[in-house]
């Protein structure tokens, strides 16, 4: 993979319309306008189940560039074929929680300096001291200074409009959903809840594989669902062509609402730029080439927060719209900018969720999964009868 290419004035008019209409687009997956376990006993028999009869695995590979929502999908995953998380993986989650609370108020107030943005009330300025103190730390809870801290700084005015401009420095997405809930965290034996968990950003590293067993029709239908999820970052990229044999569906990510933004690794790379510059390198590599793809627009809900404050032709002089908070307009600029940067005629699903994956969107995934899981069943069925036959 090369450099990002630059993008110029012309670049919509001149790549789209050419192409996007070559795509066809699934009909049930449309954006919407509007959310260690212990396997159940049945599924721990599908283990022997699958060896007897010999049933094609599915390997799904997420991918998707830093902070594009990959892992969440994996995490929404796991809720919804698993069940809820144990306490200890609760607890585990709760300590990497409390101390993204501690380095997000930090990076505000160092934003803060850099954006020349001064506190309302010079009053607070002790808790500043404090979280400086607390924020190189692993916490393992909110100490009431910690939290006198956190709820006096989020309450500031100068700190919320620092929050207001963070595409201008790099803070986690969500900070404002933990911030918010800072009494709830603070209290006493707090375990985060399902929604914690998903909202919580951790970056990937390296590569995981995680098996669902799926059931379809209760006792009589199954699916070996193997889902792999890498790094996104740029460092961590040089590591995916170790996963690029045998997959059959890509998940592809885009943070919809990230086109005013810059890049963690960097600062001289818009973001968008980023994942349009990715998908164009995944989806025509030969590696790919019998693979489906799951282009899905992850954080809809921050694209609409974001329109009127930060129109999208600012950064992508090549958009047209009557309104400039116009968010269907904008979601169908941005997906036919993806399309079109394959080079040859590809059936590409796309999706676009408000804010977290909801069931109904996994619905929509799996159903893909069992096509293909049907499709490569019925090869190795018509590979064993042409065995027989000879």
Known sequence: MGPVPSRGPGFLKTVVFQKYWNHRRSDNLLPRTDGPRTLSPKLSEYDEHTDAIGSPKVNMLL?????SGKSTWLKMMNVFE??????????????????????SCRA???AMVY????????????????IHEKAPYLLHSISPNLYSAVAALTNDRGFRMCLRR????????????FFDSIDRISSAGYLPSDEDISYLSVRTTGVTETRFDIEDIPGQTFMDLRVRDVGGARSERKKWNH????????????????YD??????ETTNRMDEALWLFESVVNSESFSKTEFVLCFTKQAKLAA???????ETFFPEFEADEPKDMTSAILFIERLFLSLSRTPKFIHTMVIPDLPSREDWHSIKEICWKIQGQKAAKQHAGKQHDVKL
């Open 63 to 67: 991918l998707g560039s830093s902070d």
């Open 166 to 177: 963070r595409n201008e420095y790099q803070l986690c997405d969500n900070m404002d959903f």
């Open 306 to 312: 974001k329109l009127e404050r930060f129109p999208l």
């Open 243 to 258: 996963v690029f044999g045998d997959v059959d569906v890509i998940l592809f990510t885009v943070d919809i609402g990230s």
């Open 108 to 110: 505000v107030l160092d």
């Open 82 to 103: 698993r069940g809820s998380y144990t306490k200890a993986e609760r607890r585990l989650f709760s300590e990497i929680i409390f101390s993204r609370i501690g380095e």
């Open 115 to 130: 954006l020349g943005l001064p506190l309302e009330s010079r009053a607070i300025e002790g808790h500043v001291r404090t």
């Open 261 to 266: 933004q810059i890049l963690r690794e960097d």
